[in-house]
């Protein structure tokens, strides 16, 4: 067995966060052909460096076969839609961005936020390695480099005069393999008086709302601010404001300049300091302690669809997210427990979930079938999806949510 060494700061790995056991790719949605073929699946064990506290997986399989023909279109939640829009206005005031500036984003996908400056007038171009995504850029008036972002990229983008007012680098971090490569990319892409800003789901809200299902091989680390402000010092950057947001389930935006930006930190840092440290993320026996809260999911979970199955009450699901092949592959549940999930997404309907090989139909088949509950697996949209599918309680219908424990909605 060979050792495993901290994306961070090279210590070996040793402490287990959570082992969720053997799990196929999550985006990796099957046709009916490859259900024939049988698939690969690897390890999913999130390890905590002793030295850093940085929660991480193992590279199993290259990024770029994870990313290269990626069904993730960015533009299909709604929700989601309104947080890029208002993300742009704000960006736009605080920054005074013009028709001078350039507004680069690193994972641009089909130009879901750069449209939104283009609008304004203000230059945007993507950076995004899904050919097939960036061409939906592309096709929507949106410059696009197709490539992985990180020291090569930056460096061909700088020599070529670009120079960047502001990029955004939204949930992107945690997918990044060479955490170092990736962060030194800014270094040489940022204006002197630039500020790049970097979205990515809150270590503090996974732990305390148990939100292990936004664990899969994709997320390759999993942050705390405390870990995120050494990295950045790490490459000449310095982390000078933060915001709390309800995203994802709870994540931060970070405000990121170079080290001798004349931006003032604000009292916000502190603020986030003091409230990791007394959640005890500063501690490595908080995150020995995870693994049980997880074990006690899968318990409710399979509680919950046995007697449900025993009873007659058909439960099927909504959405297939990564993070719902996360839930159903590591509690093993299978279409034998939940008959089918929806999407609202073309591009997902009449393919299988990896793994557990449930099918995804279209939304309205929920009304056809009518069953007594619908798991809901992206809970961090649950309101929006309780809305469009009200109709259900027409015939008694339920909602449920699995994290941070299993709950039937009223
Ligand atoms: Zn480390």
């Given at each position: 067995?060979?050792?495993?060494?901290?994306?961070?700061?090279?210590?070996?790995?040793?402490?287990?966060?959570?082992?969720?056991?053997?799990?196929?790719?999550?985006?990796?949605?099957?046709?009916?052909?490859?259900?024939?073929?049988?698939?690969?699946?690897?390890?999913?064990?999130?390890?905590?460096?002793?030295?850093?506290?940085?929660?991480?997986?193992?590279?199993?399989?290259?990024?770029?076969?994870?990313f290269h023909d990626y069904?993730?279109?960015?533009?299909?939640?709604?929700?989601?839609?309104?947080?890029?829009?208002?993300?742009?206005?704000?960006?736009?005031?605080?920054?005074?961005?013009?028709?001078?500036?350039?507004?680069?984003?690193?994972?641009?996908n089909?130009?879901?936020?750069?449209?939104?400056?283009?609008?304004?007038?203000?230059?945007?171009?993507?950076?995004e390695p899904a050919a097939n995504v960036a061409?939906?850029?592309?096709?929507?008036?949106?410059?696009?480099?197709v490539?992985?972002?990180?020291?090569?990229?930056?460096?061909?983008?700088?020599?070529?005069?670009?120079?960047?007012?502001?990029?955004?680098?939204?949930?992107?971090?945690?997918?990044?393999?060479?955490?170092?490569?990736?962060?030194?990319?800014?270094?040489?892409?940022?204006?002197?008086?630039?500020?790049?800003?970097?979205?990515?789901?809150?270590?503090?809200?996974?732990?305390?709302?148990?939100?292990?299902?936004?664990?899969?091989?994709?997320?390759?680390?999993?942050?705390?601010?405390?870990?995120?402000?050494?990295?950045?010092?790490?490459?000449?950057?310095?982390?000078?404001?933060?915001?709390?947001?309800?995203?994802?389930?709870?994540?931060?935006?970070?405000?990121?300049?170079?080290?001798?930006?004349?931006?003032?930190?604000?009292?916000?840092?502190?603020?986030?300091?003091?409230?990791?440290?007394?959640?005890?993320?500063?501690?490595?026996?908080?995150?020995?302690?995870?693994?049980?809260?997880?074990?006690?999911?899968?318990?409710?979970?399979?509680?919950?669809?046995?007697?449900?199955?025993?009873?007659?009450?058909?439960?099927?699901?909504?959405?297939?997210?990564?993070?719902?092949?996360?839930?159903?592959?590591?509690?093993?549940?299978?279409?034998?427990?939940?008959?089918?999930?929806?999407?609202?997404?073309?591009?997902?309907?009449?393919?299988?979930?990896?793994?557990?090989?449930?099918?995804?139909?279209?939304?309205?088949?929920?009304?056809?079938?009518?069953?007594?509950?619908?798991?809901?697996?992206?809970?961090?949209?649950?309101?929006?999806?309780?809305?469009?599918?009200?109709?259900?309680?027409?015939?008694?219908?339920?909602?449920?949510?699995?994290?941070?424990?299993?709950?039937?909605?009223?």
């Amino acid at each position: 067995m060979t050792n495993k060494h901290c994306r961070f700061c090279n210590a070996d790995l040793k402490r287990t966060f959570v082992d969720l056991g053997r799990s196929p790719l999550a985006n990796s949605l099957l046709s009916a052909e490859d259900i024939e073929r049988g698939e690969a699946s690897y390890p999913l064990h999130a390890y905590v460096c002793d030295d850093c506290l940085l929660v991480q997986l193992q590279e199993f399989e290259r990024a770029e076969n994870i990313f290269h023909d990626y069904l993730y279109f960015s533009s299909y939640s709604q929700l989601w839609l309104q947080h890029c829009r208002e993300y742009a206005e704000q960006m736009s005031k605080r920054f005074a961005l013009n028709g001078h500036s350039l507004v680069v984003e690193v994972a641009s996908n089909d130009g879901y936020l750069l449209q939104y400056f283009k609008e304004r007038g203000i230059g945007a171009l993507g950076v995004e390695p899904a050919a097939n995504v960036a061409k939906a850029a592309k096709d929507k008036g949106i410059p696009t480099e197709v490539a992985f972002f990180g020291v090569e990229t930056a460096h061909r983008l700088a020599a070529a005069g670009k120079s960047a007012d502001l990029i955004a680098a939204n949930n992107v971090l945690a997918h990044v393999p060479n955490l170092h490569d990736f962060v030194a990319g800014f270094k040489l892409l940022l204006k002197p008086t630039g500020t790049a800003t970097f979205e990515f789901p809150h270590l503090l809200c996974l732990i305390e709302e148990r939100q292990f299902d936004t664990i899969y091989h994709e997320h390759f680390s999993y942050f705390s601010f405390l870990v995120a402000d050494k990295i950045f010092a790490r490459h000449g950057l310095r982390i000078y404001d933060v915001e709390s947001l309800p995203t994802h389930g709870g994540s931060l935006r970070l405000f990121v300049c170079h080290a001798d930006a004349p931006f003032a930190r604000t009292s916000g840092i502190d603020d986030l300091i003091a409230k990791e440290r007394s959640a005890g993320l500063d501690r490595i026996d908080t995150y020995a302690k995870f693994a049980e809260a997880v074990i006690d999911i899968k318990c409710e979970l399979l509680d919950f669809l046995i007697e449900a199955r025993r009873n007659g009450k058909s439960v099927v699901g909504y959405g297939a997210p990564a993070k719902g092949n996360t839930l159903l592959n590591y509690c093993g549940v299978g279409p034998e427990l939940v008959a089918y999930t929806v999407d609202v997404s073309p591009h997902k309907q009449g393919r299988y979930l990896p793994g557990v090989q449930i099918p995804i139909r279209a939304p309205d088949h929920i009304f056809k079938t009518r069953p007594h509950h619908v798991l809901i697996l992206p809970w961090n949209i649950k309101e929006e999806i309780m809305e469009r599918m009200a109709a259900i309680r027409q015939w008694g219908g339920r909602f449920v949510t699995a994290i941070p424990k299993l709950t039937v909605l009223p």
